[in-house]
């Protein structure tokens, strides 16, 4: 069944959301290294995650969504990030983009919102692109890299350099488009983040609407049509420190689990020609205390 044809499951409360997300992570460990030689996350990972319901977290209440809160969001990033660095990366860029979505106007929306309950989709928002105004819309060119979520992708976000009225210089907006007018290229051989299959994208002299625009210097500023539009605070947040959350939960996460690892392997290593544990040395579990340490404090 397509985004279109479900809403999926419904959580009852944030609280439930995060439990059943944050369940899946013994999946997400067990497929971690299926992931790095994949160079993508796993289908069946990904299909789990999906059937939480957990991309309706920043979609607007008013199109069946959540509006759920960026503290709960951090929270699932870490817990993933524990599990599989590369899986948790893509999954909170695909939810925080259905934030992006909420921030432009209100025809882009219902256009795309009202037809199904969320989207999955990468956003490049680095300036790689270029719109040529056309009537009703634009005609886009450009390649973009780092198109985290593209393998599982239904639409893209991407940033162009854009002729706008009463103003001398191109604006930089960002334009959404179904990915089956995006070319996937593949690029990835990223070592650490291998498993996030963040391929290039680029798009060849494709029309797009006007209504699906909007100018990231209102976005940056929180001062977007959506932020307008919608009555949460949550839509009128600058988009630098929300997109901040997004990439160093994870990131934390996995942070905190290299501490766990290292403290596990410390019980039991003996280093050759000695009989002392290294856990049992001074200079080890002062080394240790300092990453936790530092792990504790990012979260905290």
């Not at 497929?31 to 957990?54: F, L, S, W, Y």
């Not at 893509?90 to 925080?96: P, Q, Y």
């Not at 854009?162 to 996937?184: D, N």
Request: aromatic share 8%; glycine share 10%; proline share 6%.
């Amino acid at each position: 069944m397509s985004r279109k044809e479900s809403l999926g499951h419904t959580p009852s409360s944030e609280t439930m959301l995060l439990d059943a997300v944050s369940g899946l992570a013994p999946m997400l460990s067990d497929n971690a290294r299926e992931a790095e030689q994949r160079r993508k996350p796993v289908d069946e990972v990904m299909a789990a995650i999906e059937g939480t319901g957990v991309y309706r977290y920043f979609v607007p209440k008013r199109f069946g969504g959540l509006e759920y809160s960026l503290e709960g969001f951090m929270h699932l990033g870490m817990n993933l990030g524990e599990a599989c660095l590369s899986t948790a990366w893509v999954v909170t860029f695909c939810m925080e983009h259905n934030w992006l979505l909420s921030l432009f106007g209100q025809a882009a929306q219902e256009d795309i919102f009202g037809q199904q309950p969320y989207v999955v989709a990468p956003g490049s928002l680095a300036p790689k692109g270029k719109a040529v105004e056309v009537e009703g819309g634009y005609r886009v060119t450009g390649r973009w890299q780092w198109g985290t979520g593209v393998m599982h992708a239904d639409w893209a976000m991407v940033a162009a350099l854009t002729p706008l009225p009463g103003q001398k210089e191109p604006a930089l907006c960002m334009f959404i488009l179904p990915i089956k007018e995006v070319e996937i290229i593949d690029t990835w051989h990223i070592d650490g983040m291998i498993g996030t299959g963040s391929n290039d994208i680029a798009i060849h002299d494709v029309f797009i609407p006007q209504h699906r625009m909007v100018n990231l210097a209102d976005v940056r500023a929180g001062e977007s049509p959506g932020a307008l539009w919608h009555d949460s605070p949550l839509y009128k947040m600058p988009m630098l420190p929300v997109l901040g959350l997004t990439a160093t939960a994870p990131a934390v996460g996995a942070a905190k689990q290299a501490v766990t690892l290292f403290h596990e392997r410390l019980q039991g290593r003996v280093v050759y020609g000695t009989t002392t544990k290294q856990g049992d040395k001074p200079v080890a579990q002062s080394r240790l205390a300092h990453a936790r340490a530092e792990a504790l404090s990012v979260e905290n």
